[in-house]
C-alpha cells in the first residue's frame, strides 16, 4: 500500500476515561462517572473507550469496567498488566480488545512498552488465550523495529507504540531530539506494518502535538485520555473530543479544512 493510499485511511480515537476517575476517587463517592464520560466522548465523535484497571485500583474500578462493557456500543478497548488476575477478569467481562501493558505500583503514568522479547514465555500463553476468548489482544510496546518482529512473532494481531519519549521531547521543547523521537516511531509502524501488525499510538499526546503523529499512514489509532480530560475542565468534554479529532484530521490530511 502506497503512503498516499494509508494516509486516506481513517484514522480511529479511543478516549481514555482513566482520569475521570482518579477525579472522583479523589473524594470518593461517585462523580464524576467514567460512564458517563464515555457515552459524551462517543456522542463527540470516539470511535471507541479506553480503561485502565490497575492493580491498585488508583482510578478505574472493577464496577466501572462492567458497566462500561453492559452500557457502551462502541469498542471497549481493557488495558491490563498481564497477571493472572487481570486476564480473567478480561475473559468473564469479554470486552472487544485488550491491551496489555507494563505496570508498576509506584510509577505515576504507564513510562514506557512491555519487554516482548524478555517476557515471551509469559506473555505468549497470554496472547493465545485471551484470543481464543475472541478478545482482540494488542502490546503497548516501545517503538523499535525489532520490538514490531517480537511482538509478530508472540501473535499479538495489535501493537500500540509507546509515545511518551516523543511527548517529553516536545514538552522539553528539544527540537532534534523530537524529530528523532517522531523518526523512531514512524519507522517503527512501517516496519509494524510491513509484518502485518495493525499499528496504534499513544501516551503523552496533545491536541498541539498529535498532528504529526497523526500524519504516519500506518498509524490507524490513537488512544488519548489525559489531555482531553484536562481540556474538559475548562471547555467540557465533548468540546475537548471534537477538537482532539479536528487536530487529528488535520495532520492526517494537512489539505483538509477539519470542521
Do not use: W
Not at 486516506?8 to 478516549?15: E, M, N, Q
Amino acid at each position: 500500500m502506497s503512503a498516499a493510499i494509508a494516509s486516506a485511511r481513517p484514522l480511529r480515537l479511543g478516549v481514555n476515561v482513566d482520569h475521570v476517575a482518579t477525579v472522583r476517587n479523589a473524594r470518593g463517592g461517585f462523580y464524576p462517572d467514567p460512564c458517563r464520560a464515555a457515552h459524551e466522548a462517543i456522542m463527540a465523535g470516539a470511535d471507541g473507550i479506553t480503561a485502565h484497571l490497575r492493580e491498585d485500583r488508583r482510578h478505574i474500578r472493577d464496577e466501572d469496567i462492567e458497566r462500561l462493557k453492559r452500557q457502551i456500543l462502541t469498542p471497549l478497548n481493557f488495558e491490563i498488566a498481564a497477571t493472572d488476575e487481570m486476564v480473567e477478569m478480561a475473559i468473564r467481562v469479554r470486552p472487544h480488545a485488550v491491551c496489555l501493558v507494563p505496570e508498576r505500583r509506584e510509577e505515576r503514568t504507564t513510562e514506557g512498552g512491555l519487554d516482548v522479547a524478555g517476557g515471551r514465555a509469559r506473555l505468549a500463553p497470554i496472547i493465545a488465550r485471551l484470543g481464543e476468548a475472541g478478545i482482540r489482544v494488542s502490546l503497548l510496546v516501545e517503538p523499535e523495529p525489532a520490538v514490531m518482529e517480537a511482538a509478530r512473532a508472540l501473535g499479538a494481531p495489535v501493537v500500540e507504540l509507546h509515545t511518551g519519549a516523543y511527548a517529553e521531547a516536545v514538552l522539553a521543547g528539544e527540537d532534534e531530539r523530537v524529530r528523532a523521537e517522531l523518526a523512531r516511531v514512524a519507522a517503527a509502524a512501517a516496519h509494524g506494518a510491513s509484518l502485518g501488525l495493525e499499528i496504534h499510538a499513544g501516551h503523552g499526546l496533545t491536541e498541539e502535538n498529535v498532528g504529526v503523529v497523526a500524519a504516519i499512514p500506518e498509524i490507524v489509532e490513537l488512544n488519548i485520555g489525559h489531555a482531553l480530560v484536562s481540556a474538559a475542565i475548562f471547555v467540557g468534554l465533548g468540546d475537548a473530543v471534537r477538537a482532539m479529532r479536528a487536530a487529528m484530521e488535520r495532520g492526517r490530511t494537512p489539505n483538509s479544512v477539519a470542521a
